[in-house]
Each structure stands twice: as structure tokens, then as C-alpha cells.
T-cell receptor
Framework: DTEVTQTPKHLVMGMTNKKSLKCEQH?????MYWYKQKAKKPPELMFV???????INESVPSRFSPECPNSSLLNLHLHALQPEDSALYLC?????????????FGPGTRLTVL | QKEVEQDPGPLSVPEGAIVSLNCTYS??????FMWYRQYSRKGPELLMY????GNKEDGRFTAQVDKSSKYISLFIRDSQPSDSATYLC????????????FGQGTRLTINP
């Protein structure tokens, strides 16, 4: 199984809502990532979890809260978002660090904040 | 100056043409190089991954790395309409193993 899955595919939320994005992989990868991608721009790294510990936080606002319940799952909790947070949110995973560290991306969750 | 420069295009070519996509970079610490293909409203798909200078071939795709010139290329032979997508180059260093640096992406259209 060489797939990263993400749910939901689409999400529309108001600025006062609380919602969560979910990501799952069963490749035995030990690093998982959240990216944000705006239209016609490359993905921007938000968070990295390595061996279930947060290893990189790219100064993301606290209204985004990541969680890694186990090595296969990664969540992104959303609260009090702004319309400018509307974007494609991508999850990725990789084996770990080192030479064989290709990142494999999921299909993304398209988020619209009203 | 951006660490990775990639012409955003758009690039439009006829079916069957050879396509050349390029990125230049300024950070000599980059050692690992990737090409991703992204269809509209989908996640990026890893196409090629290489960590040495020279060519790497996979079917109709060839990745070329020239570390001395800090230049990487992706060639697509016998291009098909299904190759129409945005192509992103990405690279990383050994120290920044988990942090990919992406180019801006080149939007490619193959016309039947």
C-alpha cells in the first residue's frame, strides 16, 4: 500500500467553527507532514512529525493545531480560521530522514472558510 | 533571490513533442532532487527522485542533474495530453532532510 489518504476531500466552515482534517498512511513511514497550498503556488510546509513527535513548526498560527495519535495517523485541528486560510491542505509522509526520504503526498482537503 | 527558480510558464506544446522543464538553485547544500506532477485540484505525485549528477530514466521521463551548474531538468518524450499538469521541482539538503524547497511549478499543456 503506497497511499496517503486524507479526509474529508472538501470542507466548508465558518470562522467560528471547529473542524479536523485527517490523514492516514500504512507504509510504515515514520515522518508525516502538513502543507498548505494556495492556488498557483507551491506547497508551503506547516508542520512535521517525526516518530510521533513534532519536529518542525513553521511559525503557523495557533488556530491550526496538529496532532499525531500514532505513527499512521495525523490530524490537523482547525479553530477560528480566517477566509485567507482557504486553501488545499496536503498531508505527506516519508520513511524518515536520510537518503531515502522521498515524500509522498495525499490528495488533499480543499478547505473553504466563509 | 529565491533558493529555487522555476519558470512558471505556462508552456504549451503539441502532442508527441519533447518537453524540457528546468530549475536552477543557489544552495550548494542541496543534494536530493525531486520532480512532482500535480493535476488540477489534486495532490502532488512523485515522478522522479535522484541524488547524484547525471541522468535517470523512467519510461518517457528523464531527470537530469548538474550539481556543478546547480541546474536540474525533467525531459518528457512523446508527450501525451494526459501529461498536462503542473510540474514542481523540489530539493533538500542532508541537514534539512525533512524540509523540501519547491520551485514555483511550471504549468504544462499538451495539445492533441
Amino acid at each position: 500500500d503506497t497511499e496517503v489518504t486524507q479526509t474529508p476531500k472538501h470542507l466548508v466552515m465558518g470562522m467560528t467553527n471547529k473542524k479536523s482534517l485527517k490523514c492516514e498512511q500504512h507504509m510504515g513511514h515514520r515522518a508525516m507532514y502538513w502543507y498548505k497550498q494556495k492556488a498557483k503556488k507551491p506547497p508551503e510546509l506547516m508542520f512535521v512529525y517525526s516518530y510521533e513527535k513534532l519536529s518542525i513548526n513553521e511559525s503557523v498560527p495557533s488556530r491550526f493545531s496538529p496532532e499525531c495519535p500514532n505513527s499512521s495517523l495525523l490530524n490537523l485541528h482547525l479553530h477560528a480560521l480566517q477566509p485567507e486560510d482557504s486553501a488545499l491542505y496536503l498531508c505527506a509522509s516519508s520513511q524518515g530522514a536520510g537518503r531515502y526520504n522521498e515524500q509522498f503526498f495525499g490528495p488533499g482537503t480543499r478547505l473553504t472558510v466563509l | 533571490q529565491k533558493e529555487v527558480e522555476q519558470d512558471p510558464g505556462p508552456l504549451s506544446v503539441p502532442e508527441g513533442a519533447i518537453v524540457s522543464l528546468n530549475c536552477t538553485y543557489s544552495n550548494s547544500a542541496f543534494q536530493y532532487f525531486m520532480w512532482y506532477r500535480q493535476y488540477s485540484r489534486k495532490g502532488p505525485e512523485l515522478l522522479m527522485y535522484t541524488y547524484s549528477s547525471g541522468n535517470k530514466e523512467d519510461g518517457r521521463f528523464t531527470a537530469q542533474v548538474d550539481k556543478s551548474s546547480k541546474y536540474i531538468s525533467l525531459f518528457i518524450r512523446d508527450s501525451q495530453p494526459s501529461d498536462s499538469a503542473t510540474y514542481l521541482c523540489a530539493m533538500r539538503s542532508i541537514q534539512g532532510a525533512q524540509k523540501l524547497v519547491f520551485g514555483q511549478g511550471t504549468r504544462l499543456t499538451i495539445n492533441p
